[in-house]
Every structure is written in structure tokens, then in C-alpha cells.
Nanobody, 125 residues
């Protein structure tokens, strides 16, 4: 099993920046990919960004490309999401996720088998 704990959510003004962090523990040697998803009230959980746990390859949703950066530290077992130029539409609960079953890269939430509890990000206009 892999345990994930997010931190860093806050209230920020539009145009501001925020850095989220996800700490992984347990059987981290089984992780293929880590990702961030977000879910706004009444909406589905959407893919934000993904990173390969070993190789570090990254992929982003179109809505955050150029504004968000995902990174990982394999020594500390953390994955961060640097969010710049935040917009009110970025407001959501942000979830960290890990994929441990196959070495295939996914953007659908159903393909990730471990999840954190979520951290709230609110962007005011």
C-alpha cells in the first residue's frame, strides 16, 4: 500500500502563486506515475498533471499548461505542484494520486489506485 498526504492548499488572489506538496509513504517502490487531480463542487474529478516516478516525464492538462509545474523528489518521496498565475476557475479540492498497477501513463482518475485526502485551493477574483 501507498499512503499519500497533501499539503499547501490556501486562499490566494487571482494572479498569485501557490505550491502544493504530496508526501508518499509505504511501498513507494511500486509507484509508476504520480498525478494531481482537482475537483470543483458539483463537477467531476479532472486531471491536472502527471509525472513519471522514475523517469520524471511530465504531462499537463491544456488548462494549466504554462502555468503549473509538477516535480518530484525521489529521496524525500514527494511530488509538488507549483501553480502560478492562478485564476478563479482553478478553485477546487486538489488530490494527489499514485498509479501502481501498470507502467502505462493515464489521465483518468479511475486508473489511479491510491489517493490522498485532498487540499482546498481557493482563488479569489
Amino acid at each position: 500500500q501507498v499512503q499519500l498526504v497533501e499539503s499547501g492548499g490556501a486562499l490566494v488572489q487571482a494572479g498569485g502563486s501557490l505550491r502544493l506538496s504530496c508526501a508518499a509513504s509505504g511501498r513507494t517502490n511500486r509507484i509508476y506515475f504520480m498525478a494531481w487531480f482537482r475537483q470543483a463542487p458539483g463537477k467531476e474529478r479532472d486531471f491536472v498533471a502527471r509525472i513519471g516516478w522514475s523517469g520524471g516525464s511530465t504531462y499537463y492538462a491544456d488548462s494549466v499548461t504554462g502555468r503549473f509545474t509538477i516535480s518530484r523528489d525521489n529521496v524525500k518521496n514527494t511530488v509538488d505542484l507549483q501553480m502560478n498565475s492562478l485564476k478563479p476557475e482553478d478553485t477546487a479540492v486538489y488530490y494527489c494520486a499514485a498509479e501502481t498497477t501498470t507502467p502505462l501513463a493515464y489521465t483518468r482518475a479511475r486508473n489511479y489506485d491510491h489517493w490522498g485526502q485532498g487540499t482546498q485551493v481557493t482563488v479569489s477574483s
